[in-house]
């Protein structure tokens, strides 16, 4: 009796213990400086400028939103820079709630790996942050806009490229997805573009277009236009809008993209691999600019043949642009091949930037019209004779 007595007690002792001790590696939040966001570039003497946006819970102008300061430290490693901020902000900082880390085109293009190496290998960092690349000359000044006046720009960042689907006009990488593409084979590197935008005299940040790497090192960039039929061709498209003709151009329609589905097959044809890419895009009228017959099926029958022949027409011309300017294969092609083909693959990995080149691509798009929006018929006006 007197042994299961002191059974309670040893499991009273063992408890208090437990919540005495709390978690091994936890920091109370007043002695942590969260990070938001940061920018990364390069400095005099080969040193790396690290900026990163601390949020700042008081600093914003209500109750309702928190506001943000910066501090830039200047090194030869991020590691070295990380480790003497505490000088300046006086507390830790906390960087598993960063939201973007923004390099510089030079960065970008003397190679990301160096400088991104800490941030993967931390334990305490994160890797669904998303990365870009800085449109302007230095990284810093994106994350020093003028528009920084309620939240921290780089929350706003997050929310842009969230609802980046409804454009489709930039890819949304997270670095751990950067990090993997780099050592993928028969796929090439792409990130989004950042930029300040002037709206009536105040900075707003803008994200269009893409970069294209070779392995780590960036090579270039490509329009939001060619970026929309990039990821159309990568099977990333999401939505956005398809433009045919325009104000006085016929036949001034915009077409809501509703969903999409881009199949790509390897066919052996005179004994060399070649490329068929079919599109099916689903999508709505949403928008009339002319008197255009889109509310019968004959109507809407010509609409779909025009938007499909203008997707073909876009598709060839961003693969040959990819395939002569950079000769990277920013679709994905040689990895479905390595999958469809593996026997094939293997003559073609070696060499696969100049075999890409030279690819062969057939291209097939099919577009449906669903439904006109909330109007059945277009506004009918009426010319003078």
Known sequence: ???????????????????????????????????????????????IVLTVEIVDP????????????????????VFDIVRHMITESGTKLYWAHAKSLIMSEEIA?????????????????RSDIHVLISGEKTAKEILDSKEKVRDPLSYKIEEILTNEKNVSSSPVMELWDFVDTIN???????LPVI???????????????????????????????????????RDELQGGVIALGGYDRFPGISLEVFSNKTKVKPVIVDGEV???VKTHTVTAVDEAMQTVDFYTKKGRAKIESLAAAMMEEEMLKVIKFVQQKYKQDVFGFGRIIHERMPQQWKSLEHDWDERFSQLKVAVEAKVDIKNTASSIKPILIEEDD
Request: aromatic content about 10%.
């Open 1 to 47: 009796m007197k042994n299961w007595n002191k059974i309670p007690l040893k499991f009273l002792c063992f408890a208090l213990l437990l919540s005495s001790t709390g978690c091994w590696n936890y920091s109370e939040v007043d002695k942590l400086s969260t990070v938001a966001g940061i920018a990364i570039d390069k400095g005099d003497d080969d040193k």
């Open 58 to 77: 008081i600093g914003g102008n209500d109750s309702m939103h928190t506001g943000s300061q910066l501090i830039t430290r200047t090194g030869y490693t």
């Open 274 to 276: 070649q490329l068929q």
């Open 184 to 190: 993928t084979p028969g796929i090439s590197s792409i």
């Open 109 to 125: 293009r003397s190679g990301v790996a160096k400088v991104i190496d800490w941030y993967v290998r931390d334990t305490e960092t």
């Open 195 to 233: 930029y300040l935008k002037d709206n009536n005299g105040k900075e707003m940040a803008s994200i269009n277009g893409l970069a294209v790497f070779d392995m780590d090192r960036m090579l270039g960039k490509m329009d939001y236009l060619q970026t929309k039929f990039v990821l159309l061709l």
